[in-house]
């Protein structure tokens, strides 16, 4: 197990015990306005691609059974984190989860809001490894259709990858680094930074992992502030309109000089079009 999966093993561990909390209490008042980091309450009206992975059988209903992001690329595709089906990250074996759904048009995770759509198929690329986190891609197939949500994949050479393109990423996920899980979606924007500028950030070593620009993207703000975090994982990046990239990784939340990680979609643009079932 990687530091970043024990952090993410140890945030959902701290998420399940709020649950606990919240279902037998009043409801804990989270930094209910500063989620992802540093970002604002988002409307899933306003982004009906984003949607929450849940299992309620795993992580309970206090918050619709929420244990990742996601991102819907056509009506019965959706794109998320390989690392999001970890036995570690689910405390379970994958394979032996029956309910596993995707959760669309629901901002607050308490309410029952939009639809959970069950899913048919999960695909977690081969490739993807959870030493180096490269290639940290899962997609899945819906049994149902999400007509008119999709978000467009950016291609290799997209402007949107751009150093310096404005992009924003969504989430329910921890919004004070802390295990401070958000109830409502949240946006925050960010900037695309250069390939470079991420190698420097995080050479690799004992202390963090290695930026690796064939698989990743970065993306941040030169003082920190912004950023996604744990909980957030598989969630969309998009800058342009167009996905560029999935929450994937990062050394803390919102840290300066230690962007988000994030998969690069262009590099993978094939796997997820291949299994595009409309
Ligand atoms: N691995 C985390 C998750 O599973 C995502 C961490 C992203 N961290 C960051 N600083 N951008 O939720």
Redesign the pocket.
């Known amino acids: 197990m990687n530091t970043?999966?024990r952090?993410?093993t140890a945030?959902l561990v701290s998420s399940l015990a709020l649950t606990a909390v919240a279902a037998v209490g009043p409801p804990v008042a989270h930094a209910m306005d500063r989620s992802v980091?540093g970002g604002d309450a988002a409307r899933t009206a306003d982004h009906p691609w984003v949607v929450a992975v849940g299992s309620r059988q795993l992580f309970g209903s206090a918050r619709s059974g929420q244990f990742?992001?996601a991102a819907v690329v056509s009506a019965r595709t959706v794109v998320t984190?390989a690392?999001?089906f970890d036995r570690q990250?689910l405390g379970a074996d994958p394979d032996r989860v029956r309910d596993f759904r995707v959760i669309a048009g629901r901002d607050d995770l308490r309410g029952e809001q939009g639809r959970e759509v069950a899913v048919s198929d999960i695909w977690v690329n081969p490739r993807y490894d959870r030493r180096t986190n490269a290639g940290d891609l899962a997609v899945l197939t819906l049994a149902k259709p999400l007509p008119g949500a999709a978000v467009p994949l950016a291609g290799a050479g997209d402007a949107a990858y751009g150093a310096g393109q404005s992009a924003s990423?969504y989430?329910w996920?921890?919004t004070g680094g802390d295990g401070s899980y958000a109830s409502s979606l949240h946006s925050s924007r960010v900037r695309v930074l250069k390939d470079r500028e991420c190698a420097t950030a995080y050479p690799g070593g004992a202390a963090a992992g290695r930026f690796r620009a064939e698989t990743m993207v970065c993306a941040?703000l030169p003082e920190g502030g912004r950023?996604?975090?744990?909980?957030?994982?598989?969630g969309p990046l998009v800058a342009g309109g167009k996905l560029i990239g999935l929450?994937?990784?990062?050394?803390?939340?919102?840290?300066a000089g230690?962007?988000?990680?994030?998969t690069r979609i262009s590099a993978l643009e094939k796997e997820i079009t291949g299994r595009m079932r409309d």
Request: charged content about 10%; glycine content about 26%; some cysteine.
């Open positions: 970043f999966t952090a993410l945030t980091i990742c992001g984190a690392h999001c990250i990423v989430g996920g921890d941040g950023d996604a975090c744990q909980g957030d994982s598989g929450v994937s990784w990062g050394s803390g939340c919102g840290v230690q962007p988000g990680v994030y």
